[in-house]
């Protein structure tokens, strides 16, 4: 899981298959697809703005250990999000992204 996984999935991917000789194998979940799904008037979904509107601190952005914990508290409110809507299962999720 990541924020635009899309962009960080083909570094990982290099890296893992470098050293372990095959690519990730499991599925990929996108924070920044699901917040334009589920909160499609917010005018930006940049990983700080999504995290502002649920009034998430951010105070070390563009660096992966503040990164990965902004991204895990925005996971939070998108699984209650998710929950609401009746998706509760990875199959369901893959769906949505």
């Known amino acids: 899981m990541a924020h635009n996984v899309d962009f960080d999935l083909p570094?990982?991917?290099?890296?893992f298959s470098e050293t372990v000789g095959q690519t990730l194998p499991n599925p990929a979940i996108c924070t920044l697809k699901l917040s334009r799904?589920?909160?499609?008037g917010l005018p930006s979904h940049k990983l700080a703005k999504v995290a502002a509107h649920f009034q998430?601190?951010?105070p070390l952005t563009h660096r992966a250990p503040?990164?990965?914990?902004?991204?895990?508290?925005?996971w939070l409110?998108?699984?209650e999000m998710l929950e609401k809507?009746?998706?509760s299962t990875l199959d369901a999720l893959l769906k949505v992204c």
């Open 85 to 87: 809507q009746g998706i």
């Open 56 to 58: 998430i601190p951010t």
């Open 77 to 79: 409110k998108l699984i």
């Open 66 to 74: 503040g990164d990965v914990e902004i991204t895990y508290q925005l």
């Open 11 to 15: 570094f990982l991917n290099r890296h």
């Open 37 to 40: 799904r589920l909160l499609p």
